[in-house]
């Protein structure tokens, strides 16, 4: 096996795709689905702990050596990232049976399964590559196969919010491929390592700087960094359940990644330090956090509101990349980490609610908190762990995030880091308060607890949070040791 | 002057980037919206043909007695970029029927004003 792991972890998924497309209906479609992603996480474990334990992995696709050929180059960060997209996948999955027969056509549920292994291949794809044209290609992948999974919701405002994100998803992918052409006229190189060799030389030129910025804008608008941030509210409102359970956990995270590798491997660290890229990043974080949040309070959907949660959490781990220390990108990575754990529990938990009373506006569920119990619990942990409550995996984040802040005095940073926590307190208050204070309606009452196909995952991400809010060895420790591998140190 | 004339696929490329995007943000006709991102799609592909050029190379075919060739690979990259943007078009565009099928319009004002009335 070996090397090969890195590459079956983005075959076995692609190949799976077109053939879950042709199975008849029924569950065999998901059966499949759901031993790929499975197989998945386990050669994305092997592959993290190849890496911890014997170091960086290269595998050359077809024997072309590399800088020619493509090549894979797996280190500690993107065996981390690949763990968390496949640990995610693997824990959509079964979450994913009963919510897809629910809001998904039967005619169209092969299909479906087909599309999200795509976006999983994509997504796997970029933190497996180590070359930047492969990384514009998988981004595509996976791009496509989300606007199609988003236009799957079952409101019409489904389709508009993916043709918005569609247009806005490529104007991004496209800055992106004018970024690289521009790097590549000078460098003549697209392999990522072999770029951090040559760039050195031609950084001073206009072209290389021009290309930076179009790769920096593209890359932002894939994260959804405020200001870019249009698509994505709408995108995860209106798809479906699964759908944003996986991209909100899933999709933002690897952008973070692209922004981390390119930033800090690819780019010479004095180039980055002395560009006011690092600035922009914490004054467009700061508004993140602090706009993305205000608007998540007058939000009236649940998901929107969680969605809207979604760009303020993003804006954290911007403010992380910002601070270009070592202890910012850490908290960055942690805080990825962590961040697909608590979403990925909260966004489980309205499905849920969906499931029961198919819809999830303030005005549907109030006090279905008592109606259903066990979703009403994963909302409140998930919650805690969103605001940063001591115990849950939240806290860690924030506590090294303000750590980084503080490191170099950044007192506003810091501000802004408590104050978001303080909004936050108030958005997901207003959840809790429609789910448990308010009457329950009439349509509410007929509502039971969630079946234990639904519950099961969402748990598994709800003990996650408290799990790695108090055994931060795991997370502290991969995100130090990937830190250290892309080079930041402590200015 | 020159710099206009030995540069003008550079300045074409800027030209078509600039109309494109301005039309996928001006327009509120969702098909012209599609058409403008194309636009501006080709506009990038012109840029990497561009690169790819050697002066006084040869189309990169190997025949006897040339020595210099143009650099193939940016024209490889672009057949997949090219790829990547018919199937955004497609799946653009079946968004596109999708929508009308629903909203019996495909201009963004009035489907906004539809799902406000809604």
């Known amino acids: 096996m070996g090397n090969n792991i890195s590459l079956l972890l983005v075959v076995v ?186 760039l050195p030389e031609v950084i001073h030129l206009k072209t290389v700087n021009t290309g930076f910025a179009f790769i920096m804008i593209g890359v932002a608008l894939k994260l959804a960094l405020f200001p870019l941030h249009l698509w994505l509210p709408n995108a995860y409102a209106y798809a479906p359940s699964v759908v944003t359970v996986f991209l909100a956990a899933t999709a933002t995270k690897v952008a973070v990644y692209v922004m981390l590798r390119l930033l800090f491997t690819v780019f010479p660290d004095s180039f980055v330090l002395a560009t006011h890229a690092k600035d922009l990043f914490i004054v467009a974080g700061i508004a993140g956090i602090i706009i993305a949040s205000i608007y998540a309070i007058y939000q009236r959907s649940v998901k929107r509101l969680l969605a809207y949660s979604s760009v303020a959490q993003i804006g954290y781990m911007v403010l992380g990349i910002g601070f270009a220390s070592a202890t910012g990108v850490t908290a960055a990575l942690i805080h990825l980490f962590n961040h697909a754990l608590m979403k990925g529990a909260l966004f489980m938990a309205v499905g849920a609610i969906i499931y029961r009373v198919g819809a999830c506006h303030m005005k549907d569920i109030h006090g279905l908190g008592r109606e259903m119990p066990w979703t009403f619990g994963a909302i409140i942990i998930g919650s805690m762990s969103l605001v940063g409550v001591p115990g849950t995996a939240g806290f860690i984040s924030k506590w090294y995030l303000v750590s980084a802040a503080l490191e170099q005095g950044a007192w506003i940073s810091v501000a802004v880091i408590l104050f978001g926590s303080l909004l936050a307190v108030v958005y997901v208050g207003k959840v809790v308060e429609a789910l448990y204070f308010k009457p329950v309606t009439e349509s509410g009452r007929s509502a039971t607890e969630a079946p234990l196909l639904l519950l099961a995952p969402t748990w598994v991400l709800v003990f996650a949070n408290i799990y790695f809010g108090l055994d931060t060895e795991l997370t502290v420790g991969v995100a130090e040791k990937a830190t250290a591998i892309l080079g930041v140190v402590n200015p | 002057m020159d710099f206009f004339t030995d540069h003008y696929n550079y300045w074409v490329v800027i030209f078509l980037m600039m109309v494109g995007l301005y039309t996928v943000i001006s327009r509120g006709n969702l098909i012209k919206k599609v058409i403008g991102l194309n636009i501006f799609q080709v506009s990038v592909f012109f840029l990497y043909i561009s690169i790819g050029t050697v002066e006084g190379g040869a189309a990169p075919i190997i025949t006897e007695g040339v020595e210099l060739y143009s650099n193939p690979l940016p024209h490889v990259l672009i057949l997949t970029a090219i790829v990547v943007g018919v199937a955004t078009t497609a799946l653009a565009l079946a968004l596109v029927v999708r929508i009308k099928e629903s909203y019996d319009t495909i201009e963004e004002d009035e489907i906004h004003e539809l799902d406000h009335t809604l």
Do not use: H
């Not at chain 1, 809001?103 to 497996?128: H, K, M, N, R, V």
């Open chain 1, 13 to 198: 998924p692609l190949i799976a795709a077109p053939v879950v497309a042709v199975l008849p209906r029924g569950r065999l479609p998901w059966a499949v689905a759901l031993v790929v992603t499975f197989l998945c996480v386990l050669f994305a474990g092997m592959q993290l702990w190849g890496v911890l334990n014997g170091g960086m992995i290269s595998y050359e696709l077809g024997g072309w050596a590399p800088p020619w050929g493509i090549e894979y180059r797996i280190d500690a960060v993107n065996a981390f990232v690949a763990l968390i997209v496949a640990g995610i996948a693997a824990v959509t999955l079964p979450y994913a049976l009963l919510s897809v027969e629910k809001e998904i056509p039967e005619d169209q549920i092969p299909l479906f399964y087909s599309a999200l292994l795509l976006c999983l291949t994509g997504l796997l794809g970029i933190t497996q590559t180590g070359d930047i044209f492969n990384i514009f290609v998988f981004l595509e992948i996976s791009s496509l196969s989300s606007y199609a999974l988003i236009s799957l919701g079952r409101k019409r405002q489904a389709l508009t919010s993916a043709y918005q994100y569609l247009i806005m998803g490529t104007i991004g992918a496209t800055f992106f491929l004018i970024g690289v052409g521009l790097i590549y006229s000078q460098t003549g190189t697209l392999n990522m390592q072999d770029l951090t060799i040559r």
